[in-house]
């Protein structure tokens, strides 16, 4: 063991086999470890390319997010040049410790509508087949009596609303949606919501006020100790590829090639039952094809040995772009506050330390505005609803394509005042991209191209969504609420915005369907129990497996994937 308050165990002393390993301890790796582990008799191993990581720091909402992170939990790929935005290269970010990417997202809990999942069309995975997974993993802190049927509120993961707001602009917004036909929803997980409003969102925060990742929920140190034999996490350890061999009943899964971080010797673990993969949407494809599962003309050109030709491996990226509109506003209603006296971080400290308050605990974004832009009207000005059947949440036709999130920052520094970002952002991409392999090194970098803007739809969508961010400032000012431009398209002709757009676009960091869960032929890389196509033994079960990407924020569908994916492991193997 390395550590004596969190149980690992280093690469050399790991057991010849178990009965399942799942690779990549992330946000989905966990959720199955745990549930994996709840039967005694089952060992898992599960192999984590980061550390476990879990100081004070990473658990400080607002000092654990990325971008206020020293970068240890966190991992920076660059995407190849993209063609349709003058050929700039995105920054895309991920996780890299226990817990992925939950260590270091927004921490915003969405489960996305109804109408995400029913659109995927797969049998077993429609809203309702999904529903008793978000409930049995979410423990709602602030569940009203009304509501209890639709939350989980003792499951293992902890979410909660904010209930006081940080900053005046958060209701200002709500009254300017409100007036240009945006209704305020209360609870945005609820399935019986419209399919549009301006909502305050829910946080994956404990009741400490401490973030709340799948390391903390579902492995934490205590169930690691009570598990200790039948149960072990390998951290700082990369897997370079699946073991598959060819049978005569076909491929095969047998276990994993690891090494250490630090170390370039490579040993083998085998998988008594099952490999399962939860390296996230950029290296679950990329330790596929380094595998030999993947498209058989690629592999060949990286003098792979092909155990299963794959096209969908790597295909259909699909990720959620956002142009940020920058604004200036009053100092104190911002949190470039904190930039220009960050002495107050000593007293935010001490009221988030001893009294579990203040601007510490709160997140960037307090609310975000979800639209459909079939509805908005007059230049994108005002969203206009006929009837209740626009907004029904259940119908994949009805689902936003926008979303606005109002960033208490900006980068107003020299104009010495407060900033608030609206970050316009697409939902439903047509654009598709690929990962594919830059090298058969397991420790390189794949080549990302997602491919932004490659469809002239998400062109015309975004241009929407920024008229409308515009809108609201419009309305604000209105109101008398103090809000000036800063860093906006210089006019609102197309010509104009889509200037703007080339140069501004970043990623959310939203990736998903790299091996989407669809029949082989349709580019499918899992079938609807989440099994590899054509290989035995082997499972996806994290973001990757989306059909498409939801009209939301992803972490919460990734563990109801992954909460799904443990419940069908169990099934198999007792059929
Ligand atoms: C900065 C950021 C902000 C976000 N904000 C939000 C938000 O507020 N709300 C929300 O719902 N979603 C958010 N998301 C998206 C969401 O967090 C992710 O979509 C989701 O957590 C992905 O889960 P995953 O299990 O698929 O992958 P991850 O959680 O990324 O897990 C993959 C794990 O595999 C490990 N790994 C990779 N390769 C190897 C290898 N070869 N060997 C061993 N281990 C390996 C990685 O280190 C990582 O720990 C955000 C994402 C980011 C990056």
Known sequence: MLFSSYPQVAVSDLREEYDYIIVGGGTAGCVIANRLTQDQHISVLVAERGSVSNGLISRIPLLSSHFASDGSRSRVWRSVPQEHVDGRIIDLVGGNSVGGSSKINAMLYTR??????????????????????????????????????????SGEWPNRSHKQSHWKHTDEII??????????VDDL??????????TKMHYTIDSSGRRSSTLTAFLPAELMKARKQHLHLCTGAIVQQVEITNKTGGASAEGIWLQSEKSLSSRFVRARREVILTAGP???????????????????????SVMKDLPGVGSNLQDHLAVPLQFRIPLNDSLAKLELRPWIIIKLMFLYLFFGTGLLLAPVLELSIFLQSRLLHSGSRAVVTRSKADVDAALPGNLPDIEIMPISWADVKKHRQGGLSFFSVTLRPSSKGTVRLNSSDPRASPLIDPNYFSSSRDWAVMRQSIRFSLSIKDQLLLQKYPIFDVHVPSSESDEDIDAFIRKECQSTNHYTSTCRMMPEEEEGVVDDRLRVHGVKGLRVGDSSIFPHILSAHLAAGTVAIAEKCADMIKEDRSA
């Open 282 to 304: 950029i290296s679950s494809p990329q330790i596929l094809m380094l595998s030999g599962v993947g498209p058989e003309g690629h592999l060949r050109d990286h003098g792979i």
């Open 189 to 198: 997980n609820l399935p019986l919501n419209p399919s549009h409003g301006c």
């Open 112 to 153: 996305g509508l109804p109408g995400d999942y029913n659109s995927w069309g797969r049998d077993g995975w429609r809203y309702d087949d999904m529903q008793p997974y978000f409930i049995k993993s979410e423990r709602f802190l602030d569940c009203k009596d009304d509501t209890v049927d639709y939350h989980g509120t």
């Open 175 to 184: 009254s300017a949606t409100t007036e240009l036909g945006v209704p305020y």
